[in-house]
C-alpha cells in the first residue's frame, strides 16, 4: 500500500486535516494506495514556499547553472525510467508499451527542450529617433513570472505536467502543481528527483486533491499565486479563468477538443487507417488531440469504414504489463460511467454501431476494472450532441463528404477547435483545407508528431494562449522594456 503525501519545500508532507483519499487503479479496480489531500494550510505553505525559493539559491542561479539542472532532472528521469513508468501506468491503467513510448520520454524531455529555448531566442531591440538627434535604445528583457500554479489532467499525468513545469522553472519561475486526483503517482515521484539533483527547496512543489472546494481552487485563488497553467476541460478552465481574474493574474488554458479527421479518397489508405486508428483509440481515446469525428470522402467511405472496423477488432485489451496489448482501460469508473451515456445516448439519437458499443467481458479479476469496448459509428446527424460534445473516450463517428467546401463547413460547425487531421496525398489540398480550419494545429498525414518549438495551443473553445517553444516564453515570462537615452 503506497502513501502520496504533498511534496513542500523539498520535504513530504501529509496533510494537517488527517484527510486522506484511495487511489485505485482501473485496471482492476484495486487499491494502489493513499493520497494526502492538501488544505488551505498546505497550499498556503507550498505557495510560501514557491515565492521564497524566488529570493534564495534559485533565483541567483545563472541561466548555464538552471540548465544544467534541469537536464540532470531529465536524465534522472531516465534512470528511473522503470519506476515512472509502473507508477504512471497503475494509476492510468494505460499499456506500458504505450507509456514507454509516449508519456515517460516526453516527461523527461520536457526537461531539456526549454532550456535551449531560452537561451536560443533574443529579444526585441529598437533604436528610435529622437529630436536631440541623439536617439535612444529600447530593448527587452525577460524576467521570470513568479510563482506559477499548474494544473494538470489525468490523460497524460507526466507528460503534460512536465510540458508546463520544464518551461516554467527553465525561465526562472517556480512552481505548485496541482496534479490531477485520478494520477498523483508520477507528480510525487518527480519531488524525489528533484531533490536528488539538487534543486533548491520550494522551487518545485505538489498539492494533491481536487477542484472545487480542495487544492485546485484554495491554489487558483490564491493571491500569491502570480500566473496559473491549466490542462483540463473546458468548464474548469472557466472557473479557473474566475479565479484568475482577481488580481488580474495570467492564464494559459488547454483544453478540450471535439477533433476531425478529413480522409480524402486520394489519401494512401494505408496511412489513413493507421493514423485514424491511433488519433481515435490510443491511450483508450483519451488524448484532448483525439480525432471523434471522421469525414471521409464518399468513394472511400465505405472501404474506409471496413478497414477500420477491422483495425478496432484486432486491438488487444489486457493488463498494463503485457507487451501484445495496445488497449487499456479508461481512468476511472466514474469516466467509464460519463463515456457509457455517450455510447447509449448514440443509440438513442440514432447511430448505426459499426463495432463495439457496450463492456467487454475481460475474465474474473478485470471485470472490475474501468474497461468499455472501442466503438465506431455511423449514421448520426451533425446535430446530434454525440457530435457536439466530447466524449474523451475510444470512439468515433464516421461521416461521408463530398466537397472541400461540405468537409471545411462540417469540420468547423463545432466550439471546439483544437486540432484536425487531413489525409490527402494533394498537398496543395492539404494547404487549402488547413488554412480554413478553425483550429490551432493540423496534421497532413500524420497525428499527434510534436516538435516543442513549435505553438500548441487551441482556438475557440479549446484554450487560449500558446505554449511551446517561443511562445511558452511569452508566458512564462515578464518582458519589460528598457530604453536608453543617449
Ligand atoms: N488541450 C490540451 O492540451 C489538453 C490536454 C489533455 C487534456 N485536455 C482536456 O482535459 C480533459 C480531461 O481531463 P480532466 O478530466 O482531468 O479535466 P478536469 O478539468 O476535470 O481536471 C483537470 C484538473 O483541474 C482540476 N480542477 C477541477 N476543478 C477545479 C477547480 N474548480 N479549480 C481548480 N482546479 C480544478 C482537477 O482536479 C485536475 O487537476 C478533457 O476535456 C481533455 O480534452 C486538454
Ligand atoms: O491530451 C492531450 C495531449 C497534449 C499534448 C501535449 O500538450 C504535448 O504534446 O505537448
Not at 28 to 43: F, K, M, R
Not at 169 to 195: D, H, I
Not at 327 to 339: I, M, N, R, T, Y
Amino acid at each position: 500500500m503506497k502513501e502520496f503525501k504533498n511534496f513542500i519545500n523539498g520535504q513530504f508532507v501529509t496533510s494537517s486535516s488527517g484527510k486522506t483519499f484511495t487511489n485505485r487503479c482501473p485496471v482492476d479496480n484495486s487499491v494502489i494506495g493513499t493520497v494526502h489531500e492538501a488544505g488551505q494550510q498546505e497550499v498556503d505553505m507550498a505557495v510560501r514556499a514557491a515565492k521564497a525559493a524566488m529570493k534564495g539559491p534559485w533565483g541567483k542561479m545563472t541561466q548555464a547553472q538552471r540548465t544544467a539542472l534541469l537536464n540532470n532532472v531529465a536524465d534522472r528521469i531516465n534512470e528511473r525510467f522503470d519506476e515512472f513508468l509502473e507508477a504512471e501506468c497503475l494509476d492510468t491503467g494505460k499499456p506500458q508499451k504505450i507509456a514507454a513510448h509516449i508519456d515517460i520520454p516526453r516527461g523527461a524531455a520536457n526537461f531539456k527542450a526549454f532550456s535551449e529555448t531560452v537561451a536560443n531566442h533574443p529579444t526585441e531591440a529598437f533604436h528610435m529617433d529622437t529630436p536631440d538627434g541623439l536617439g535612444a535604445l529600447n530593448y527587452g528583457q525577460r524576467t521570470p513570472k513568479g510563482v506559477i500554479a499548474v494544473i494538470s489532467p489525468w490523460n497524460l499525468p507526466l507528460l503534460l505536467m512536465t510540458w508546463k513545469v520544464g518551461p516554467a522553472l527553465a525561465c526562472g519561475n517556480t512552481v505548485v502543481v496541482k496534479p490531477s486526483e485520478e494520477t498523483p503517482a508520477t507528480a510525487t515521484l518527480l519531488g524525489e528527483v528533484m531533490n536528488e539533483c539538487g534543486v533548491p527547496e520550494g522551487v518545485y512543489n505538489v498539492v494533491h486533491g481536487f477542484g472545487p472546494d480542495s487544492a485546485g481552487a484554495f491554489l487558483t485563488e490564491h493571491k500569491d499565486v502570480d500566473a496559473i497553467t491549466f490542462t483540463g476541460e473546458t468548464r474548469t478552465g472557466e472557473i479557473i479563468m474566475r479565479a484568475a481574474s482577481v488580481g488580474l493574474r495570467n492564464i494559459s488554458m488547454e483544453c478540450g477538443g471535439k477533433n476531425p479527421g478529413i480522409v480524402f479518397a486520394d489519401c494512401d489508405l494505408d496511412k489513413a487507417v493507421e493514423g485514424t486508428l491511433r488519433s481515435a483509440f490510443v491511450n483508450c481515446g483519451q488524448v484532448c488531440l483525439g480525432t471523434e469525428r471522421v469525414y471521409v470522402e464518399r468513394p472511400l467511405f465505405d472501404e474506409f469504414v471496413q478497414r477500420l472496423k477491422d483495425g478496432v477488432e484486432q486491438l488487444k485489451m489486457g493488463r498494463p504489463e503485457d507487451p501484445s496489448v495496445d488497449f487499456g482501460p479508461l481512468v476511472s469508473q466514474e469516466h467509464k460511467d460519463k463515456v457509457l451515456s455517450y455510447y447509449k445516448l448514440a443509440v438513442e439519437e440514432g447511430a448505426t454501431v459499426i463495432t463495439g458499443g457496450g463492456v467487454p467481458e475481460m475474465g474474473d479479476a478485470l471485470n472490475a476494472g474501468a474497461w468499455v469496448e472501442p466503438t465506431i459509428w455511423t449514421d448520426l446527424p451533425d446535430d446530434a450532441r454525440l457530435i457536439k460534445e466530447e466524449v474523451f473516450g475510444p470512439c468515433c463517428h464516421i461521416r461521408p463528404f463530398d466537397s472541400e467546401d461540405e468537409v471545411v463547413h462540417l469540420a468547423n460547425d463545432t466550439n471546439y477547435g483544437l486540432s484536425a487531421a487531413v489525409w490527402t496525398e494533394n498537398s496543395a489540398k492539404a494547404s487549402r483545407i488547413a488554412e480554413q480550419l478553425e483550429v490551432g494545429l493540423v496534421w497532413i498525414n500524420s497525428w499527434f508528431l510534436r516538435d516543442l518549438r513549435t505553438a500548441f495551443g487551441g482556438a475557440k473553445e479549446s484554450g487560449i494562449g500558446r505554449e511551446g517553444g517561443v511562445h511558452g516564453l511569452e508566458f512564462y515570462t515578464e518582458t519589460k522594456n528598457i530604453c536608453i537615452k543617449f
